[in-house]
Nanobody, 122 residues
Framework: RLVESGGGLVQAGGSLTVSCAAS????????MGWFRQASGKEREYVAGVSWGGAATIYADSVKDRFSISRDNAKNMLYLQMNSLKPSDTAIYYCAAAESWASLRVAREVDYWGQGTQVTVSS
């Protein structure tokens, strides 16, 4: 089970960190990432981190602004978001996949969290 937290309202240019707690099993051998879905739009990939943390990948829209990390000892995943823009407003979902390639494709993700709302005001 994946449970997100840390969403909220922030002004443009501000920062926010969203977290994902995994329970019911270890995350040590599974790749994890974040997707987001804005109102009326499809769910889109944001960032991913390999099971050991050695590899990360970001969508072009968030590169150099967002940072993904994980703490396997605590079964936690994080997304540090800086220089937020109104266009970052969305529900942010934690995702997990056994395949690194599958992690970037919403329909191929193995596990989802329920989402946390991030709203960026202008």
């Amino acid at each position: 089970r994946l449970v997100e937290s840390g969403g909220g309202l922030v002004q443009a240019g501000g920062s926010l960190t969203v977290s994902c707690a995994a329970s019911g099993g270890t995350i040590n051998r599974i790749h994890m990432g974040w997707f987001r879905q804005a109102s009326g739009k499809e769910r889109e990939y944001v960032a991913g981190v390999s099971w050991g943390g050695a590899a990360t990948i970001y969508a072009d829209s968030v590169k150099d602004r967002f940072s993904i990390s994980r703490d396997n000892a605590k079964n936690m995943l994080y997304l540090q978001m800086n220089s937020l823009k109104p266009s970052d407003t969305a529900i942010y979902y934690c995702a997990a996949a056994e395949s690194w390639a599958s992690l970037r494709v919403a329909r191929e993700v193995d596990y989802w969290g329920q989402g946390t709302q991030v709203t960026v005001s202008s």
